[in-house]
């Protein structure tokens, strides 16, 4: 069981700001080369896909900059 915190309203001492040290997300993540790969799927596949894609508002295909 976690034990509950006690606030108290003592004064914090000076404070800064923090430069922000993080790398941008698109320096994460690793680039991959993508294989464009013909597939037929059901309808019900789709909308799977389509509607998880709309829970996390994400587009369900992919865009490619290239049009490939």
């Given amino acids: ?3 509950k915190i006690k606030y108290s309203d ?3 001492g000076e404070l800064r700001v923090v430069k922000d040290f993080l790398p941008s997300p698109e ?3 690793l680039k991959e080369d ?3 790969v013909p ?3 059901s ?3 789709i909308n799977f896909f389509k509607n998880e894609a709309k ?3 994400i587009s369900y295909q992919k865009n490619d900059p ?3």
Avoid: D, Y
């Fill in 27 to 29: 320096q994460v993540v």
């Fill in 1 to 3: 069981m976690k034990s």
């Fill in 66 to 68: 290239a049009g490939n």
């Fill in 10 to 12: 003592e004064p914090m």
């Fill in 34 to 36: 993508n294989v464009k």
């Fill in 55 to 57: 829970k996390h508002r």
């Fill in 43 to 45: 309808k019900s596949s």
């Fill in 39 to 41: 597939i037929f799927l």
